[in-house]
């Protein structure tokens, strides 16, 4: 197995791809959202969002990590109550709804993805790592000496 460098550019085709089927099923459950922002807020929904590496190493292929305190507990893209990456989000994001109605749907949702993702590290023989988002993100903030994305 070799380690998540620098990941082969067909991963991250495939994981488009994956995303896309997702965003296709969830417009047939029409969860809705109101676009407040809280889900962003960690400490305030109290939820730690898990992503695995490969999404993690997606983002950061694509976008600039700004500096941000992990302390904080909110997620650093997120501006004027907005997702800034709204297109390379990670799987937790796609599929977490403020909605309680949605929650029973979601975690089917989530697992099916969550397992096709797992099959991409597979198929391109990447180590799997799933930990919590920010504590991942923290590794190429712009102020540190990793973050030369």
Not at 110 to 117: A, N, S
Request: proline share 4%.
């Amino acid at each position: 197995m070799e380690t998540n460098v620098s990941l082969d550019v067909n991963v991250y085709a495939e994981l488009k791809i994956l995303y896309q089927r997702l965003e296709e099923e969830l417009i047939q459950v029409n969860p809705g959202c109101s676009g407040c922002g809280i889900c962003c807020d960690f400490s305030k929904f109290d939820h730690i969002l898990y992503a695995s590496s490969i999404e993690v190493d997606f983002i950061t292929q694509y976008v600039k990590v700004p500096n941000f305190n992990i302390l904080d507990n909110i997620c650093p893209f997120l501006k004027d109550n907005q997702c800034s990456i709204r297109n390379f989000r990670m799987l937790g994001c796609r599929v977490f709804y403020c909605d309680p109605h949605y929650q029973a749907v979601s975690q089917d949702v989530y697992e099916k993805y969550h397992r096709g993702i797992k099959e991409l590290s597979t198929a391109y023989n990447i180590i799997w790592e799933y930990h919590p988002f920010l504590s991942q993100l923290a590794k190429f903030k712009s102020d540190s000496p990793a973050g030369t994305h």
